[in-house]
């Protein structure tokens, strides 16, 4: 007999996901200052109000406040009936220099020899359901609300969205671990009171508020779900059956939403950030921390190493933990679990166990913060992209960023309307997503 297994997304103008973004957006400021900044930063968002705080080391500085109102404004929350806006809310910080405690468990005198900045296990994941090696279930609770995001900012289709919103993907799987079909997409939209009640009585309230769920569910129906299922590949297409259940706004209308519909804080949505539940999550969240941070570091290479596994052939899914002592470079431990989907042999043609592949995998990787923050380039701001709709099974990309600090043989800088100098730098976003293991890998496995 089958199972069923649910994943959930929330979009970029969800509270706790506007305090991971202006926390990662406040870290990347930080690092266009000074390549070794550390930070930690934290940030609470309520009506009207955002207050940051954490921990730093930098030689550079950053306006809190022109940061925090970017973020907000780009997500779209720009009109005072939101009850906040970018403009009018209240912006505290509280932010304060890094521990010396924490700071001497990381320097070192050789680079290389970098310790840990903390304590902890972190996970990777991958598998075979979706092109990008991620599980189908949360993948698509994030496309779903990406072309949501991409339909409001483009405000000509269903002009009555607002920024908040929520899915949840239920898949059905068989026997044999297979996906099925999807049984139910719920989501959940903030929206403009676009319909009003004839009068002020209850009926005519719960009439008007019934004929805005019918309009929303109607143009998810058939503006939304076509577009995402065009960026589907085809065995995914055909999950999507006419018994598919498919449940908006599900209390009724969405009007209040955002940070004055619930406060939001950052690291409340770990598992978004990752599997959707699917593998394994560690006990630390990602944004607002530099890359000396393993969570997010360590986080990011085993992932990088569980999508390559899976691409080079060695199983069709894989669990990866690493662990760590705080100001200890090498790890304390390395796991391996292709929950028996191993397909490489030794030389007497027995499958290989999770043990023998964790011992090659470990000669492959080397897993030192110093090595992880070198291979995918973690002292560049490169993390805001990652705030929203998941930090993995994203397209690998290069671009250009500004910093102020003179780079090496980089173009001259010049002198902004701010009056601060700047190099362009060219950078790699999404760098653990890249598949540049696989020759090795299968040339270690023998495949």
Not at 61 to 72: K, L, M, N, P, S
Not at 275 to 302: E, L, N
Not at 414 to 438: P, R
Request: aromatic share 8%; glycine share 10%.
């Amino acid at each position: 007999m089958g199972y069923f297994f649910t994943s959930e997304s929330v979009s970029e103008g969800h509270p706790d996901k506007v305090a991971d973004q202006i926390s990662d957006a406040l870290l990347d400021e930080f690092l266009k200052w000074d390549p070794d900044s550390k930070v930690a930063c934290e940030t609470f968002v309520t009506t009207g109000l955002v207050v940051c705080g954490g921990e730093v080391q930098t030689a550079g500085w950053v306006d809190v406040q022109e940061t925090a109102r970017g973020v907000i404004r780009k997500i779209g929350y720009t009109k005072a009936e939101y009850r906040f806006d970018c403009d009018s809310c209240g912006v505290i910080s509280t932010i304060h220099e890094q521990s010396p405690d924490i700071r001497q468990g990381v320097l070192r005198d050789k680079p290389e020899e970098q310790g840990a900045g903390d304590q902890g296990m972190m996970f990777g994941y991958a598998c075979r359901e979706m092109d990008n090696y991620m599980p189908l279930s949360i993948e698509l609770a994030h496309i779903l609300l990406r072309e949501l995001a991409v339909i409001r900012h483009g405000n000509r289709q269903m002009k009555y969205l607002r920024p908040d919103s929520k899915s949840q993907v239920t898949i059905e799987y068989d026997d044999n671990n297979k996906p099925l079909r999807i049984d139910t997409i719920v989501i959940s939209t903030q929206h403009d009171e676009f319909i009003l009640p004839k009068n002020k009585s209850h009926a005519a309230e719960k009439s008007a508020e019934k004929a805005m769920q019918k309009k929303i569910r109607e143009d998810l129906q058939e503006i939304l779900i076509p577009r995402v299922k065009r960026s589907l590949p085809a065995r995914a297409q055909k999950l999507f059956r006419d018994d598919m259940k498919l449940l908006v706004n599900p209390t009724g209308k969405f009007v209040i939403g955002g940070p004055h519909g619930d406060t939001g804080l950052t690291g409340r949505k770990i598992i978004i950030d990752t599997y959707g539940g699917h593998g394994a999550h560690g006990g630390g969240a990602f944004s607002g921390k530099d890359s000396s941070k393993v969570d997010r570091s360590a986080s990011y290479a085993v992932r990088h190493i569980a999508k390559n596994l899976v691409a080079a052939g060695v199983s069709d899914q894989v669990l990866i933990q690493v662990a760590y002592a705080i100001g200890v470079a090498q790890p304390v431990g390395l796991y391996v679990n292709t929950f028996g989907t191993a397909h490489v042999k030794d030389s007497r043609g027995k499958i290989l166990n999770d043990g023998e592949i964790a011992r090659k995998v470990n000669n492959i990787f080397d897993m030192r913060p110093f090595a992880i923050i070198k291979r995918f380039g973690l002292k560049n701001p490169v993390f805001y992209p990652t705030a929203s709709y998941g930090h993995f099974g994203r397209d690998h990309y290069t671009g250009n960023v500004k910093v102020y600090y003179e780079i090496p043989g980089g173009k001259p800088g010049i002198v902004n309307g701010n009056g601060k100098k700047v190099w362009m730098k060219k950078v790699e976003f999404f760098a653990w997503e890249k598949l540049d293991y696989v020759v090795k890998i299968k040339k270690t496995f023998g495949i």
